[in-house]
Nanobody
Framework: QVQLVESGGGLVQAGGSLRLSCAAS????????MGWFRQAPGKEREFVAR????????VYRDSVKGRFAISRDNAKNTVYLQMTNLKPEDTAVYYC???????????????WGQGTQVTVSS
């Protein structure tokens, strides 16, 4: 059974930083693409970032480029999202996702975590 468990969310002031973690189990972690999505209240879930098997390739949505960094540690079966210079509009539930397809991981990933709340105060 595949499990993705996020942690690291919380309340932070604008301009602050947080690092989210997602621990994966039940899959061959080094063989899957990993991604992060977010969903703000009243809005649809949106893609934030994805990373390749090796970690050598990353993609971000435009609004987080230069502020967020996705990384992974295949020895620990964990993917991270380092978020800096946070803005109130980054407030959302952040979800970790996994898929064997590079296309699907950015749109309709097969596996999802339960989400972790990030709240940025102004």
């Amino acid at each position: 059974q595949v499990q993705l468990v996020e942690s690291g969310g919380g309340l932070v002031q604008a301009g602050g930083s947080l690092r989210l973690s997602c621990a994966a189990s039940g899959l061959t972690f080094s063989n899957v693409f990993m991604g992060w999505f977010r969903q703000a209240p009243g809005k649809e879930r949106e893609f934030v970032a994805r990373i390749s098997w090796s970690g050598g390739s990353t993609v971000y949505r435009d609004s987080v480029k230069g502020r967020f960094a996705i990384s992974r540690d295949n020895a620990k079966n964990t993917v991270y999202l380092q978020m800096t210079n946070l803005k109130p509009e980054d407030t959302a539930v952040y979800y970790c996702a996994a898929d064997r397809s590079i296309v699907a991981v950015s749109s309709t990933p097969q596996y999802w975590g339960q989400g972790t709340q990030v709240t940025v105060s102004s």
